[in-house]
Structures are given as C-alpha cells and as structure tokens.
C-alpha cells in the first residue's frame, strides 16, 4: 500500500505552470502512475518550450520530490500539440515574434538572428525566419539561399533554409540591385513580409531587423503584436552606446526589450588556445544587469563562423564544439525569458473552453 494516492500525484501536478501560457497543467499531464513508493509522471509540454525540456523535468521533479519526499520519481516530457493563434489583422500564425536588431551595421546581428531561429529549431521548435534587413539583406548569403519566391494561391511561399522558411527582399530583387525606400514602400514590403507570406505555423518569427532606423519596427507593430526585441551588440563602448539607443528606441514604441546578445565578445587564439578580449570585457552584461534586461549570453570571434557565413553554411556551426554551445545557449535563453514572463502573467484563456 502506497504512501499516497494517484489522486494526490495528480492535484500536486496541477499546481505546475506550462512554460508556454503560465496556466496550470491539466490536459498535459497524460499519465500519472503510482505503484508503492515509485511515482511515474507522463507530462506533455509543447515544441514552443522545448527548448527548456531538461529544466521543465526537473522542475517537475522536484516539485513531485517536496510533495512527496518518500518516493521515487520518474518524469517524461512527451510532445503536446497547441495551434497558434492567428496575430493582428494580418493574421500570422505565430506564438511569438521576436525582432533581432542592433544600434548599427556590422556588429553580428543577422548572424545572431540566424543561430537563434536555428538553434530553436534543432531543439524542436517551429521557426521562421524573416530578413526585414531591407538595406542590406544578407540571409540569403549567410544561409546560402538562392532563388526567387513564387506564389501559390495569392501567397508567397518562402524558400527553405536550414529546414526553416526564410523570406528575403533579396528573393524578390535581383542580387546586388539596390533599392531606395521610402516611408510607404518600406511599409508594403514588410506586410507582403508578414501578411501575404505563407509560412505555416510557427513557433517562432525570427526577424533581421535593419540596423538603427526605428520605422521598421513601427511598420510592424501597427501589423502585429511583437513579442519583443533583442538587441545585439559588440563589446566596444561605442557599441554599447549605439545598443543603449537601440533600446530606448524600441521602449518608445512599446516594443518590449526581451534581452541582449554580445556579439565578438572575446577571441580564443587558435595558435596558444589563449582567450584575447580584444574589444573589451563584460559591459554589456554590466549594462544588462543595470537595466533589468535579460543577458541572452555570448558569442566569440570564431574564424570558423565568419567563414561558414561566407560560404552559406550556417548550420554547421552547431556541429562545432567550439561555437556550438554559445549558439545554443542563445536559443535556450530566450525561451528561458519568454517562458519565465508567462509565469509571472499567465495568457487568459480568451474563449471559453468546453468539456
Ligand atoms: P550585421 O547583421 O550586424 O550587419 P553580420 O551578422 O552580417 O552583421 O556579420 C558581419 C560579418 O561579421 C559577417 O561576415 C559575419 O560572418 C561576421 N561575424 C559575425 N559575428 C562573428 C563572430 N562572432 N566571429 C567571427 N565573425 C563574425
């Protein structure tokens, strides 16, 4: 005879918050088993958080560990299905969009931007990827991606990157062309980005912003809610300057700032396996720290990952010890912080639901 109940196990789960809405796990506690001291837990969570899978069964075991201190845990995390709900009046099925940006050019943003939307995706998220970089669209060159979108019952069918759709003004202008923008031609492209792009159902909208100018940013807000922005930048103050700015801008315009990324943080010498900083050290987790906004983490210099963008081999960078774990910490970050807001203030339930 058991300790406790089946009951009981199960009234403990209830007290779990899903990662992805906050709300207390119900359907997504698929099995619960009790046999004597040994508790078994089937627990469902979605491809939106699975990126935290380890930390979310841990939390549940230790949550089931201080219910119930006599027994023995087992947890397993198996998929759990939720669609998307269609954003804004666009229409776009994405749980969260999130816009990657930076203070100005050159800093690693797209590169960024790139290793976030494929490091969701290897840890089983449904991502896509939008370069809104008008000015200097470089996705297409760092995913190795060529070609020109076509159109299939009105809407444009991204091409595929790495297993992700990616979309790209570059796909709809021949290479190198260059395109002046005004206000409302800027405006019509990131709709056609958003709202006539058929990109299935995702997880995660990736977008390479372009650097500095904020009327992106307002064009996409009046489109859709964004989840939020994360800023890239170098470790020069200069850098941190320019990424301070590009903060302010996007609290302006009631974007939320999500967290920061640095980029070129420190160079590891191939040669004595020495780590040089050559820009300087720590400032922008500093900067992070003082202003409440998350530090998503950091990636080296890697001759490696300058020359995988080159040659459109981005991906590859996940098979490399060296670059790997930073890139995929990255990814595990973010959701850490979107997951964390979620608890802290639970997505309502907007219809009723029945049964
Ligand atoms: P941005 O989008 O900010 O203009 P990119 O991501 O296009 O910057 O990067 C600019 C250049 O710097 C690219 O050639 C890219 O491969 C290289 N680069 C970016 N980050 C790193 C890094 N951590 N180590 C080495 N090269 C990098």
Redesign the pocket.
Known sequence: MSAFTQEQVQKSLEKIQDPETGRALKKQIKEVVVEDVNITAKIGLTSFAMPIKDSFAKEVNDHLKSDFPDATITVEIVDHSRPATPLGQVGLKAKAVIAVA?GK????????ATSLAIGLKRAGCSVGLLDA?VY?P?LPH?TGTRGQVTKVDGKIVPLIAEGIPLMSIGFMIPPGEAVIWRGPMLHSAVTTFVRDTDWGELDYLII?MP?GTGDIALSLSQLLPLTGAVI?CTPQEVALIDAIKAVGMFRKVKIPVLGLIE??SSFICPDNGKSYDIFGKGGAKEYAEQDKIAFLGE?????Q??ER??AGKMGDNFNDPDIAPYLDSIAHELVKTLTANAKANPVQVQLPVLG
């Open positions: 930076a050019g050159g800093v690693g943003k797209s590169t960024a970089d200097g470089s760092l390479d650097p890239v980029n070129m990636i080296p210099i890697n001759i990952l300058r963008g080159d």
